[in-house]
């Protein structure tokens, strides 16, 4: 199987100027299949201008193969094609592709933007209105949050899990999954984790493009804070078929972003950012949230939400996809350099935030989210204050001196 890395020619072709892009040095492809082209042509510094005049009057004349976008491996690329099998068609030896080392990198261009998933891991839906028809209407009164005891209160060290839906002594049987066993998707993995680590925080992210042309707002449940001196967060990106998503590129070019909080009152307009729109289309028009201004970053941040952290990219890590033509996963680490919060929701100090005004949104498995309706609270045990009350802490003790 020709990879990026082999040296064999890759069959690449697009038909207009606009949908050919050299984004970058270590994404450079050439044409393979164009009829009549020198290869003085070929080396030339103007090669893929004169490559494409030289495609577009080909294809006016006849057929020639067009690999209309990457959808699969390299094994298994979509290609259209209608060649006259009467007429020969001559065949260059085209320059091998030189990629970064992720086994498919894509550009942003209107071929890319056209590619299609192999797969879709993201749950479809049809007639949601009539699923949704009988369900009652979200609560919009603003009922404060319960607090309520612990789920129980009476619990000892050493006594394991003593409520739940199932007796305790019930045997709970579990089954074993290889993530890389050839039988076994990408899909099923990515429904497996999104259903099981749950609920995700939503990190709001808006970035700008490198030419500062394009705004771009998505949203992420890979996301996390990891600290607080200095305060880091984190935000990863899934190895995937098609363009590199546009805030992994906006990240790696320009180093910056604003992270936002997402709020009940927000999740329609932040779930309709996550529509394909065509590249360059900003996702603020989508949306309608209201941009507001920043102060160490170019990006913008989103007015309504309640919290808003300006950050830079201090590392990137990439991954090697599942899959053989995925581009890479990715993990950005960013440092928070501004905080920006809603006055009416924090403390004097600002250094707390109330639930209440908050009412934050988490991503749960498939298409659902979950709001917060109710807590309880459970302080943190000391070693000193509970070993004198407690029997088995006491005797853990005594045999850990003994032996």
């Known amino acids: 199987m020709p990879t990026p890395e082999s040296g064999l020619p890759c069959a690449i072709v697009e038909a207009t100027a606009e949908a050919y892009q050299l984004r970058r040095q270590e994404q450079i492809v050439y044409w393979t299949r164009l009829g009549p082209v020198s290869e003085a042509a ?23 193969l067009v690999v209309t976008r990457f959808a699969k491996t390299w094994d298994h690329m979509v290609m259209e094609t209608d060649i006259d099998a009467s007429r020969p068609l ?110 995700r925080p939503i990190g709001f992210i808006s970035t700008l493009s490198a030419d500062g042309k394009t705004k771009n707002l998505a949203p992420f449940s890979y996301f996390q804070v990891v600290d607080h001196d200095p305060p880091m967060c984190i935000v990863s990106f899934s190895s995937r078929f098609g363009p590199v998503k546009d805030t992994y590129r906006n990240l790696k070019e320009t180093g910056e972003c604003v992270i936002n909080t997402v709020s009940e009152n927000m999740i329609e307009a932040v779930s309709a950012s996550s529509i394909d729109a065509p590249y360059g289309l900003s996702e603020w028009d989508v949306t309608g949230l209201t941009e507001a201004p920043t102060t160490t970053v170019k990006p913008l941040r989103v007015k309504e939400s309640v919290l808003s952290i300006e950050g830079k990219i201090v590392d990137i890590k990439e991954f090697e996809g599942h899959k053989p033509g995925m581009s890479s996963a990715a993990i950005c680490l960013i440092k928070a350099t501004r905080f920006w919060v809603q006055e009416d929701a924090a403390n004097e100090d600002f250094s707390h935030i109330e639930l209440d005004k908050l009412r934050p949104i988490a991503q749960l498995g498939g298409m659902s989210y979950g709001r917060i309706s109710s807590t309880f609270e459970l302080p943190r045990t000391r070693w000193q204050d509970e070993q004198p009350k407690s029997e088995l802490l006491t005797k853990l003790e005594q045999e850990k001196q003994d032996s």
């Open 90 to 199: 001559r065949l260059l030896q085209a320059q091998p592709c030189r990629m970064t080392p992720s086994a498919l990198r894509m550009n942003s261009s209107a071929a890319a933007a056209a590619a299609k998933p192999a797969f879709s891991a993201v749950q479809q839906v049809t007639n949601f209105e009539e699923t949704i028809a009988n369900r009652p209407d979200f609560d919009h009164s603003g009922t404060p949050i319960e607090i309520t005891k612990s789920p129980d209160p009476s619990w000892s060290f050493g006594e394991g899990v003593r409520t739940g839906p199932r007796p305790a002594t019930e045997e709970k049987v579990h089954h074993e999954i290889d993530p890389y066993s050839p039988d076994r998707s990408v899909a099923q993995n990515y429904r497996l984790l999104i259903s099981g680590i749950a609920p």
């Open 42 to 64: 070929q080396r030339s510094s103007a090669t893929h201008t004169t490559m494409l005049a030289r495609g577009r009057s080909i294809l006016a004349q006849r057929s020639v």
